[in-house]
């Protein structure tokens, strides 16, 4: 018994020691599996049980539970690089480690085979050496409904392409729309009814669609990278082309939000998705990449249309008359003028108006541009270009999103509490710093208030787009909207929808004036009755400063078909609201109302968050 001791001793330890590295090995495993860095490869969020993936395709995972675990998800891939087998990918067999070179890159020290070589992504990584990465924010595009929050993709600044910016290319994350859905897509986009993906293209074809033929100024934001990071960048983006798949969300997971969580990758200890929220905008990644991120630089590129508006505005109204004329009758016998401000200009116009002409009509605009073309050669001053270098819509200035406002309100002679939360994004009374002047989205706006009953107007979503025609082109003014009310007095719910057209214009005269008309219709349904009034809405949209704008409107009913007495229904109101902000974050609002029956007053102090 004696001499079995030792080695039963021995055996005892050596069991002892394998169960301690074991758990010094799992333990190490699993706070690996919870770095930052992998969470943010994998796209890991934190939720209320746990952690889920934004990913929703199993091709991105390699265990069946991969999109909400990554502890076993981080086990199942270390199993399957060491394996040597290869996955089925497009009709292909690859190396798992070709597939995803960013995770083999965290987990490398875990792998115990030899690196493969790995032909696609060392052809990536040459072609797309980076210098660094730029986010784009492209402004709103106001006939577009898809596009009215604005867009954002990221930009590559390779190394090989310095000096020649148009030839970098751009990561964009957006639905895969069907062109026919129109005011659906707002819909759809909610529910997730579409695929979001991803699509790497050349930067000049980003800026001829954006900038030029939808006329959207972009911003670029510049961020530095270290050489590790650009090889990061370059592999993640690898993996997310290959192999993965996302349910597109108008709420969360879009194309501001997931390229922000690309960002995050590089940057896995500034939490940049942490700071979001439920609904994203690319107003706000702007924002929070501005905040947290030292840029390198912010550049801005005008759209082709504000450029115009910009240089006509510094020529007397004679030559304004005179080069819409000119361009209109593509005719310049009477055209004169050879100063080079205005040359200047009407060769931009002449380029704005073959962007939006067909292709008969470009032929005959070209003519016309070279003999504007001789006209410069032959003068003897230079003609320079007159660039407009800087707007007040750069969206890094904008203020939050969201916004609650508490109250009181009076209906008649009673009084009461009133609350109201809006989710998102920005109503045409708030400061136009980092927006477009004259449009508001309203998405998820809330208002509840108790007088006699209790009474609420839930608004899914309202736009307002007030368009204006210019020197040289026409533009429709427009809204549309719905949502579900509580009709005051009634005990049921009721839904709504409301749309109208019309024009607007400005002027400025002691602050800011817009005066706009729309022909509108609204259809409420509720209890088995319904209700279809068209009306007309004239408008005053007054800037006074920057700290107090007011909106005066008017409603004539025309004629309404239905049988609802709901208060949606056939009265005749005027209104006015005027807000007075009190800093970027604080503003008060005071309403009046006052129809055939009942004049309605609110007052409240909001606060943007």
């Not at 952690?51 to 981080?74: L, Q, R």
């Not at 650009?230 to 192999?243: C, G, K, S, V």
């Not at 309100?409 to 708030?430: A, C, N, T, V």
């Not at 909207?481 to 049921?492: E, I, T």
Request: charged fraction near 20%.
């Amino acid at each position: 018994m004696s001499s079995l001791a030792p080695s039963r001793y021995n055996y005892l330890l050596w069991l002892l020691l394998r169960v301690l590295i074991s758990e010094e090995a799992f333990a190490d495993s699993r706070l690996t599996a919870l770095d930052p860095q992998w969470l943010r490869l994998l796209h890991y969020q934190k939720s209320l049980f746990g952690y889920e993936s934004t990913i929703d395709h199993p091709s991105f995972f390699f265990h069946p539970e991969g999109n909400s675990d990554p502890v076993a998800e981080k086990a199942a891939t270390i199993q399957f690089m060491n394996s040597g087998k290869k996955l089925r990918h497009k009709g292909q067999y690859i190396d798992p480690i070709c597939l995803f070179p960013a995770r083999y890159r965290f987990l490398e020290k875990f792998i115990r085979r030899k690196k493969p070589h790995c032909e696609g992504i060392a052809h990536w990584r040459t072609k797309l050496a980076l210098e660094s990465i730029s986010l784009v924010y492209a402004s709103a595009y106001e006939n577009n409904p898809s596009s009215l929050f604005g867009h954002t993709f990221i930009k590559l600044n390779l190394k090989r392409q310095q000096g020649y910016d148009y030839l970098n290319y751009g990561l964009s994350f957006a639905a895969a729309l069907d062109p026919n859905d129109g005011l659906l897509y707002i819909v759809k986009g909610m529910v997730g009814g579409y695929y979001g993906v991803f699509s790497l293209e050349p930067y000049y074809k980003m800026v001829n669609e954006y900038n030029l033929s939808e006329n959207r100024s972009l911003w670029e934001y510049e961020i530095s990278l270290s050489e590790p990071q650009r090889l990061l960048f370059i592999e993640h983006i690898w993996e997310l082309y290959q192999t993965a798949l996302i349910d597109y969300y108008f709420i969360d997971d879009n194309c501001a939000s997931i390229l922000l969580e690309i960002i995050d990758v590089l940057f896995p200890n500034a939490m940049l998705a942490d700071k979001t929220g439920v609904f994203v905008s690319p107003h706000q990644i702007v924002s929070i990449l501005v905040e947290n991120i030292s840029l390198t630089s912010i550049k801005y590129k005008p759209s082709l249309r504000d450029q115009v508006l910009y240089k006509i505005s510094h020529l007397p109204n004679s030559q304004v008359r005179s080069l819409v004329a000119s361009i209109d009758q593509l005719n310049m016998q009477n055209d004169q003028i050879a100063s080079p401000a205005y040359l200047d200009a009407q060769l931009d116009l002449i380029t704005y108006k073959k962007r939006i002409s067909s292709w008969d009509e470009q032929q005959k605009i070209i003519d016309f541009e070279n003999q504007v073309l001789l006209k410069v050669a032959s003068i003897d001053q230079p003609v320079p270009s007159k660039a407009l270098r800087s707007a007040s819509n750069d969206p890094s200035l904008g203020h939050k999103v969201r916004k609650v406002r508490l109250g009181l309100s009076m209906q008649g002679d009673r009084w009461g509490p009133e609350f109201r939360f809006k989710y998102g994004f920005h109503d045409i009374l708030d400061s136009y710093k980092g927006f477009e002047p004259h449009y508001q989205v309203n998405y998820l706006d809330i208002k509840a208030f108790y007088h006699s009953n209790f009474n609420y107007d839930a608004s899914l979503i309202h736009i307002l787009a007030l368009n204006e025609d210019t020197a040289f082109d026409t533009a429709w003014a427009w809204e549309a909207g719905g949502g579900v009310y509580r009709p005051d007095g009634l005990a049921y719910d009721a839904a709504y929808f409301t749309g109208g057209i019309g024009k607007a214009q400005s002027w400025a005269w002691h602050g800011q004036w817009t005066v706009f008309g729309l022909l509108s219709a609204d259809l409420s349904y509720g209890s088995s009755e319904w209700l279809a009034p068209l009306y007309m809405k004239l408008g005053v949209l007054s800037r006074w400063n920057h700290r107090i704008r007011s909106l005066f409107q008017s409603h004539f009913r025309l004629f309404s078909l239905g049988n609802s007495p709901t208060d949606r229904d056939d009265k005749t109101t005027i209104s006015m609201e005027t807000r007075l902000e009190l800093d970027e974050s604080r503003q008060i609002r005071i309403a009046l109302q006052r129809s055939r029956y009942e004049s309605n007053i609110s007052f409240g102090i909001a606060k943007f968050f």
